[in-house]
């Protein structure tokens, strides 16, 4: 086995409030000079809607990720014969249109305009040309569904779905939405470091952190055709490449990462994975059908003796191995089975992985002959007038998994390459822990059906009850299990230090310059 470590997130989106701080934290932190201002390494979507940029996940239009061709996988938009034809021209790029162009407002027009009888107002201009503009798109411009008629109803997700069903999400009365932030994957089976002419994008060996290296990259852009997810971005003042670091530095300095720092919901866990890179090559050239199997196949048991013992002769270091051992994302994505990477169709083996919202199930009206007759048949406290029941009981334990507001067909296009199924699976579980919390919390669901439905789903009390737990009590260490940085390491694999001993130490090559 050729064990190597990955750091992986999960978000689970049943808990994402969608306020951006995540996407502002990050703004402020590695986004707030010349020549990023549209560049949102995070950012928050509403579903449905086109996302940023618009209609990312068409890959019609953009290009992205691989296909499979004879047998094998292949860059779609991009690769050697295709890079060498566009490489001066390159058709399937987003353009700033398709982001959005960055404004400001004349602030010091409120309060440098002369006297005079009307009101001051402060005029948006453009970050790049520094022009008066008319605002027509934001990089959160259909939040909430603001934007409907444009977006949401232009959502690629809607693909598959038939003229009902999609007009089922939009009307008003059943209408429903959910936030979906994204960053960048740092996926096992990158398309942007296949697709890089120059070999700028590389995969950091000791913790699997995709990066762009600012003084080899030509700006070939190449990069930004091959994300399927489109987080790379292009800089118009550096003429670099640029895209989410998973705020590496403050890992090596045993910091979260600002996004996840900054999350009020606490909906982002980080951990350690350990996988078997041999895998891969396989895992990318199957059915689509296998995908996502395929993926969760090649992550490893932590504490399989064979797996450590092959990991230690690979050279990961036990504290990797221990927090691996304690990672929330092997909980969900392996131990639980609740957590799914976003569009696996596109076959980079993303590493960040989405426990699905558990939607709002449709309730029913139902004709009763007297309240008595009302408790009886919902003892659980709903509602009723006169000799009308709001019932969402249902007989049949999962029964109501069909009358969600979202078609399964929606999410299972985003989260389980359409695979109906695996979504339904995971509803479940979400489903099994709430009744089996009820029970313990409130009392008022029978020990029977409690039990059942843990069985139904393939869980036991124990793990429902460290789902809930992680999901609802966890601790700041709990979320965020990442293990001491071995810098030292890094530096031996480049190079051996004792030649670039200088008169401040090892490790330093260049004779370090004080002042101006």
């Known amino acids: 086995m050729n064990i190597r470590s990955q750091i992986s997130m999960v978000f689970h989106l049943d808990k994402c409030i969608g306020c951006h701080t995540c996407s502002i934290a990050c703004k402020n932190i590695w986004t707030d000079r010349k020549g990023a201002e549209y560049m949102w390494w995070n950012n928050v979507e509403t579903k449905p809607g086109t996302g940023y940029p618009t209609k990312w ?13 004879n047998g094998k996988i292949s860059l779609k938009g991009a690769g050697k014969r295709r890079g060498l034809t566009n490489i001066f021209y390159n058709p399937n790029l987003p353009v700033i249109d398709d982001y959005y162009e ?24 453009s970050l790049i040309t520094g022009e008066p503009i008319d605002i027509k798109m934001g990089p959160n411009w259909d939040d909430d569904l603001s934007g409907t008629p444009d977006f949401a109803r232009n959502d690629p997700n809607l693909q598959n779905l038939s003229a009902a069903e999609q007009e089922v999400m939009f009307q008003l009365e059943k209408m429903a939405f959910f936030y979906l932030p994204r960053i960048c994957n740092h996926c096992l089976n990158p398309a942007c470091v296949a697709a890089c002419p120059s070999g700028a994008i590389y995969k950091r060996g000791e913790d699997g952190v995709v990066l762009i290296n600012q003084e080899v990259c030509r700006a070939w852009r190449m990069c930004v ?4 997810y489109k987080k790379t971005y292009y800089n118009w003042h550096t003429g670099k490449s640029e895209k989410c670091i998973l705020c590496y530095p403050r890992l090596e300095a045993g910091l979260v990462p600002a996004c996840m720092h900054s999350c009020v919901g606490r909906i982002r866990y980080l951990g350690v994975l350990l996988y078997d890179a041999d895998k891969i090559e396989a895992a990318v050239n199957d059915e689509e059908k296998n995908l996502i199997n395929n993926h969760l196949d090649i992550i490893l048991d932590p504490f399989d003796e064979e797996v450590i013992r092959a990991a230690k002769m690979n050279g990961i270091a036990d504290s990797t191995i221990h927090a691996a051992q304690f990672s929330p994302v092997y909980k969900y994505v392996k131990e639980w089975k609740l957590a799914l990477p976003l569009h696996a169709e596109f076959r980079t083996l993303p590493m960040l992985f989405y426990v699905p919202p558990l939607l709002p199930v449709m309730a029913t009206l139902k004709q009763v002959d007297n309240s008595a007759q009302a408790e009886k ?10 000799n009308w029941l709001y019932d969402t009981s249902t007989e049949e334990l999962w029964g109501t998994l069909d009358q969600v507001r979202f078609p399964l067909k929606y999410l299972a296009n985003m989260l389980s390459a359409g695979d109906e199924e695996m979504i339904k699976d995971k509803w479940k579980k979400l489903m099994a822990v709430r009744i089996h919390r009820r029970r313990v919390t409130v009392g008022d669901v029978s020990n029977e059906k409690a039990d059942k439905t843990l069985k139904d789903a393939g869980l036991t009390a124990e793990m429902a009850d460290g789902i809930f737990h992680l999901t609802a009590l966890a601790r700041f260490e709990d979320r965020f299990v990442i293990p001491p940085a071995h810098r030292e390491q890094a530096i031996e694999m480049m190079d051996f230090t004792g030649d670039a001993k200088g008169e401040v130490g090892f490790g330093i090559k260049s004779k370090l310059r004080r002042g101006l």
Do not use: H
């Not at 055709?225 to 399927?228: D, E, F, L, V, Y």
């Open 57 to 69: 996940e068409d890959q019609e239009i953009y290009r992205g990720g691989w296909e499979k061709k």
């Open 102 to 125: 960055p404004f400001t407002y004349k602030y010091l027009d409120l309060i440098e305009s002369p006297e005079g009888d009307d009101q001051p107002t402060a005029r948006p201009v």
């Open 225 to 228: 055709t091959a994300c399927p």
């Open 377 to 386: 048949m919902n003892p659980i406290g709903k509602y009723w007038d006169d």
